[in-house]
């Protein structure tokens, strides 16, 4: 009975050879010598007179079964573990052959088109399975991911989100400091900028009039010779006299009326103070003068201011010995600057009045000390012109 089963089934085996296999088969087992080697070692064993009576092992002669190179029932012995199968181990399919990798689902391996076709419909349900398991495992773990990066985003946003809200609450409160303070800063000193009652004297830093009132305080009637019931000085002021008056006989503006006017970190106005001995010899300086414009450095000078006589009468008489010391040596210096200024401007054809409106006009409301800079730099400049006008013209004289 053996012995008809195995030469039936090598009968089987040579049919293909013989010309009357399928083509799809021959040529699926041309292309595959593995498979052919295989099916040769299956003949060869069944010729064997050694084989196992109780191994009832037969190969399906279907040309699919011999393409894949085991039939169904071998498969399934060998899955089992059926030690008569050992010989030929089955091929690796997608069932059998999985990558395994921790935390990961098994894969099956890429199948070509060949094998699939060649597969079981049993074999292609459980690799779709296996497919469709491995692509919900992914699945999870991409939604996981996208849901801890979505996370991570919000969190993200809300911690901007907060330092921008913080931000601009506090540029909020800093700009509401700040306009505090500026509002603040102009209450207080708006008022110090504006008088509380007329005054007879116009402030300082107010252009080609700042002049004319100490010019008519200079002429105004003596207190001696004016009636009790005379107008109050303000309406004096406005009557300016064409003959002029003694020293004696000058008002003494009151310093409160011109501490209303001083700028912040201006030095307070001083009038000059002379001690005059009975004697009539050299007068001598108790204090020197700090005025804030153009028009009182002037009437110092020309017409005396405050009660004492013109610098320009004292220095006739005396010269400079009323001021020996260091200091008024400087003070004169530094005043002569802004005199000879008013004076230029005199001679070269302005009235009195518009040359000291127009030297004042030059410090734009900065102080007087800064104005004495400014001509100084200006007249060293000129004298360094001058100089090289002259060494130019010795130079071309000499070529000649």
């Known amino acids: 009975m053996a012995d008809a089963d195995l030469k039936r089934t090598a009968s089987e085996l040579d049919e293909p050879a013989s010309g009357s296999e399928d083509p799809e088969s021959s040529s699926a087992l041309s292309s595959h010598p593995a498979k052919r080697r295989y099916i040769d070692q299956s003949h060869a064993e069944g010729t064997q007179p050694t084989a196992d009576a109780g ?30 199968t050992t010989h030929a181990p089955p091929l690796s399919g997608p069932s059998t ?33 296996e497919l469709q398991s491995a692509y919900e495992h992914n699945m999870s773990i991409v939604s996981a991911q996208y849901e801890d990066v979505s996370r991570q985003l919000a969190e993200i946003r809300a911690c901007l989100s907060t330092l ?32 509380a009652t007329p ?60 501490a209303s006017f001083q700028r912040i970190n201006t030095p307070a106005r001083v009038s000059l103070k002379l001690n005059f001995p009975a004697d009539g010899s050299v007068p001598t300086v108790v204090s020197y003068s700090t005025l804030h414009t153009v028009g009182e450095v002037w009437a110092e000078f020309k017409h005396g201011l405050d009660g004492t006589p013109p610098i320009e009468a004292i220095e006739q008489q005396w010269g400079s010995r ?33 040359a000291v409106a127009e030297v ?14 400014l001509l100084t730099n200006d007249r060293k400049e000129i004298k360094a012109s001058w100089k090289a006008a002259a060494a130019a013209a010795k130079a071309a004289k000499g070529k000649r």
């Not at 200091?327 to 070269?348: A, M, N, P, Q, Y």
């Open 55 to 84: 191994s009832h092992t037969t190969i399906a002669s279907s040309p699919i079964t011999v393409a894949n190179g085991l039939s169904n029932h071998q498969q399934r012995q060998f899955q089992n573990g059926d030690p008569s």
């Open 97 to 129: 052959n999985h990558l395994e990798s921790p935390g990961r689902l098994q894969v099956p391996e890429a199948l070509d088109e060949d094998r699939l076709r060649g597969m079981e419909p049993g074999d292609l349900v459980q690799t779709i399975l």
């Open 164 to 195: 921008l809200k913080g931000s601009t609450e506090s540029l909020e409160a800093a700009s509401r400091c700040l306009n505090a303070s500026t509002t603040k800063s102009t209450t207080h000193t708006n008022p110090r900028l504006v008088p």
């Open 199 to 258: 005054l007879p004297v116009i402030p300082a830093h107010t252009g080609r009039n700042t002049y004319k009132p100490a010019i008519q305080h200079t002429k105004l009637v003596p207190p001696a010779t004016e009636p009790i019931a005379r107008p109050s000085p303000p309406l004096v002021a406005a009557t300016p006299l064409t003959t002029p008056l003694s020293v004696s006989a000058r008002p003494t503006p009151s310093p409160s009326v011109d």
């Open 322 to 354: 009323w001021r020996p010391d260091p200091k008024g040596r400087t003070w004169f210096s530094r005043r002569k600057i802004v005199w000879d200024k008013v004076r230029e401007l005199i001679h070269d054809g302005l009235s009195e009045e518009d």
């Open 360 to 373: 004042d006009a030059m410090r734009n409301g900065r102080s007087v000390h800064w104005l004495i800079n």
